[in-house]
């Protein structure tokens, strides 16, 4: 008998990273409620509201058949998503460096209108609207996660896992993201995977497709780190080996009533801003780096 899945430790690529780069960060981020409303915390940034708001997009065409996806203008979805992040929602303080950041999401959104590629292919959607399995039901851990896009291949009645990136930089080949939706994808649907790739938007016309991990090895891997996490839960002990970084330093000052409250979440969570960042300072930095991140 499989292991009730409400108190199962869920891990995720972005819970993941989070204890990697810092257990503290990871704690704040993913286990932490404030007393008061019972809620979990999020930091909202400029690169995270651009991010999410292209990948909002985009999944919506892998809902339309082929032949549906381009007709109404990306560019009017756009529109449409952004006003979910507009002014402080989206950690906007100003309206010029809000422009700044939205054109950008139209620069990428022209560029796939442009060079469409595989979204003109037929797609695959799985079921779950947040992909799970039992990493381990020994010890009661589950893998989740969310894939931007799987492209069908006809051929050989295969998927292509393809991952929208919003960021300035190209992805790390070390990243345990496409080991992470290779098992989702692998676990979660029937069809094999024969390809996998990112899509830099703001950076190319074209995917870079990633030599596809081995599935054994990633599974282990994942595996080894989802234990720690278990257990640093298990034993409440996470300690930031610093004794304070860039990482968990931006929740801190949440803490410290440092940040300014600006709503609710679509997940729930206590939404903040960061008065710091409008001075363009660490806190800039810390954000930039982990724009694309999600609360799963």
């Known amino acids: 008998m499989a292991p009730d899945k409400f108190s199962a430790t869920w891990v995720s690529h972005s819970s993941i990273c989070d204890f990697q780069h810092c257990p503290r960060a990871y704690y704040l981020k993913n286990v932490y409620k404030d007393p008061k409303t019972n809620h979990k915390l999020q930091i909202v940034s400029p690169p995270l509201a651009l991010g999410q708001t292209v990948h909002a997009v985009l999944e919506s065409l892998s809902m339309l058949s082929t ?3 381009f007709q109404q203008p990306l560019l009017e979805l756009f529109e449409k ?17 809000e422009e700044h950041y939205k054109e950008r999401g139209k620069e990428m959104l022209r560029r796939v209108m442009e060079h ?21 039901e020994d010890d009661a851990i589950i ?18 896992i393809i991952d929208f990136k919003t960021g300035k930089n190209v992805e790390d080949g070390r990243s345990l993201q496409l080991p992470i939706y290779y098992l989702l994808v692998h676990y979660c649907q029937k069809r094999k995977v024969s390809k996998i790739s990112y899509w830099h938007l703001q950076l190319r016309e074209s995917l870079d497709e990633q030599r596809l991990p081995d599935l054994q090895d990633s599974y282990d891997s994942i595996e080894k780190i989802a234990r720690k996490i278990k257990l640093a839960r298990k034993l409440e002990h996470f300690t930031c080996p610093e004794g304070g970084c860039r990482y968990c330093e931006p929740y801190e000052s949440i803490l410290r009533g ?39």
């Not at 952004?82 to 010029?96: C, E, H, L, R, T």
């Not at 893998?143 to 292509?160: A, F, M, N």
């Open 67 to 69: 032949e549906k996806r």
């Open 81 to 97: 998503e952004w006003k979910n992040v507009s002014g402080k929602k989206g950690g906007f303080f100003d309206a010029q460096t």
């Open 116 to 136: 469409p590629g595989p979204l003109m292919n037929k797609a695959v959607k799985i079921k779950e609207d947040l992909p799970w399995f039992w990493l381990s």
């Open 143 to 160: 893998l989740c996660g969310k894939i931007d896009w799987l492209e069908y291949i006809e051929q050989d009645d295969s998927v292509h």
């Open 258 to 296: 440092e940040a300014e409250h600006v709503g609710q979440g679509t997940y729930g969570h206590d939404i903040y801003i960061l008065q710091h960042t409008k001075d363009g300072n660490k806190f800039e930095e810390y954000v930039e780096e982990d724009e694309e991140s999600v609360i799963l």
